[in-house]
């Protein structure tokens, strides 16, 4: 069974749009093995996006992670990481197709809505990240 890591982001927790976005995981038959709301800390948000660290958005968004809770989410499921990437859209909501998470309810570049793992190796990366707890 193939596992990865959700966030829905402070937009969506702000947005109520936390059941509909669970909802759709359900509906697909995923199952949420762990889920915990946090507030992220400059640190943490600053490890999770070192990829984008050169970027001229950087600190906004960074600025924007930590700005309120969010829903952190392991969910596994057959071929979980690919579908729940479909599921969400691309990274622009601008660019998100509807019927997608992004494509339904974003409206800006960044603050869009949901972070998903890309790959089975960043799936674990994260996992860790988030739920140290998990590590034996």
Not at 52 to 70: A, C, R
Request: contains cysteine; hydrophobic residues 40%; charged residues 25%.
């Amino acid at each position: 069974m193939e596992r990865t890591l959700v966030i829905l982001k402070p937009d969506s927790v702000r947005r109520k749009l936390v059941g509909e976005i669970i909802s759709r995981f359900e509906k697909k038959n995923f199952t949420i093995t762990h889920i915990k709301m946090t507030t992220l800390d400059i640190e943490t948000a600053s490890i999770h996006y070192f990829h984008v660290k050169g970027e001229s958005f950087f600190n906004d968004l960074i600025k924007y992670m930590t700005s309120g809770p969010v829903i952190i989410i392991i969910l596994s499921g057959n071929k979980v990481i690919s579908t729940v990437r479909n599921m969400i859209g691309k990274t622009s909501s601008f660019d998100s197709l509807p019927g997608t998470i992004r494509g339904d309810f974003g409206s800006h570049r960044f603050e869009n809505l949901i972070h998903a793992s890309d790959c089975v190796e960043n799936a674990e990366l994260e996992i860790k990240r988030f739920f140290p707890e998990l590590i034996k």
